[in-house]
């Protein structure tokens, strides 16, 4: 079964093919980045704009790379949220449309759930059950995964995301959007150990996370110490992403043993942060847990991973019908 799959809840304007739930025979991702990266962020109204300017030539693109025609679309999938509703409504209605001209199933697909099919796009995939990171710039959640329909919400944030933090922080440091990729970059030169920031772990047996005080914490030392250069900005953001990656790996390998799972799995934006990928490998490995996480292409917003999840969809006649519509926020367990 070929899919089609579309992705723009956020900004990126992303159109896959993928074969048979696990073989992707393109995935084209049309980043808004440069048009956001000068507010600081993304801007609702001027996502949606571009996701109509971009979505056809996008989809266009992923047909011709994928080297098939049009009537080898078997489905369609979309993302259905959580994202934000006017980007959302683009990437959902261009799908239903498309489905509905040419007579194929539609799915709309939950995209967190997604994000933990990029695990299963890979060629080595964590087995039944594991535990689940989706880590982005909305979400920092971990659920317990026990089948390909089946994920339990373990904990999640109870305020900033771990990506939101760092597009936080970095703006704090005037470093520009996205920050996790910057704060990454130019941590690399020093030791983390220098400053210590606070790690938030909650209350004893909770899965949930808080980044908040953290992110005080790191406003107020830039305060108090005026902080202007590159080297003291450099020096921040390594002992910033190092509690971030602490509270992170403490948090899942406890999951892990919680659950009696021998493997995690991570996804989302932040799980591109090979810093976070290795201490947590190192770490988990010391336990005898096995770590997955998915090449750079797939970590971040994609369509093929939204393809692999509509798939499952539609082989079990999860369908979307014409009358159905976006939603902004939800939960998935
Ligand atoms: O999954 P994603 O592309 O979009 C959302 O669904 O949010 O994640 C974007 C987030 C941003 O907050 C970005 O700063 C963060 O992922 N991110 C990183 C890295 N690359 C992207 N955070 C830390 N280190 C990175 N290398
Ligand atoms: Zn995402």
Redesign the pocket.
């Given at each position: 079964m070929i899919v089609l799959g579309i992705e723009s809840?956020?900004d990126e304007t992303c159109a896959a093919i993928v074969k048979d739930g696990t073989s992707i025979l393109s995935s084209v991702i049309a980043s808004q980045i440069d048009v956001h990266h000068k507010y600081g962020g993304v801007v609702p109204e001027l996502a949606s704009r571009m996701h109509v300017e971009a979505i056809t030539p996008v989809v266009d693109e992923a047909i011709s790379k994928a080297n098939i025609i049009l009537e080898d679309i078997d489905a369609v999938a979309a993302t259905r949220g959580p994202g934000l509703i006017g980007a959302l409504l683009v990437g959902f209605t261009f799908a239903k449309s498309f489905a509905w001209a040419r007579h194929l199933p539609f799915a709309g697909v939950n995209?967190l759930e997604a994000?933990i099919y990029s695990l299963f796009l890979m060629d080595s995939k964590p087995d039944f059950p594991f535990i689940a990171l989706v880590v982005?710039?909305?979400h920092t959640n971990i659920y317990h995964v026990t089948s390909y329909d089946n994920f339990e919400l373990m904990g999640q944030t109870r305020d900033d995301a771990a990506?939101?933090a760092?597009?936080k922080v970095a703006k704090m440091l005037e470093l520009g959007y996205?920050?996790?990729?910057i704060?990454?970059r130019i941590a690399k030169t020093k030791d983390p150990a220098v400053i210590t920031f606070p790690r938030t772990m909650l209350e004893k047996g909770s899965f949930d996370f808080s980044f908040s005080g953290l992110k005080s914490s790191v406003a107020r030392y830039i305060h108090d110490n005026h902080i202007v250069t590159a080297d003291e900005k450099a020096q921040i953001a390594a002992s910033f992403q190092e509690a971030v990656i602490d509270v992170l790996t403490q948090k899942l390998i406890l999951a892990a043993q919680h659950k009696n799972c021998r493997n995690i799995g991570i996804s989302?934006?932040?799980s591109?942060?090979k810093t976070f990928v290795n201490k947590l490998t190192q770490k988990a490995t010391s336990k005898k847990i096995d770590i997955f996480a998915p090449p750079i292409e797939l970590c971040?917003?994609n369509a093929a991973m939204i393809a692999a999840r509509g798939y499952t969809m539609i082989q079990q006649g999860q369908l979307c019908h014409l009358d159905h519509d976006v939603f902004s926020r939800t939960k998935i367990d």
């Open positions: 809840s956020c995209h994000h982005s710039g909305g990506g939101e760092f597009d996205p920050g996790g990729p704060i990454e989302g934006g932040v591109a942060n971040g917003d």
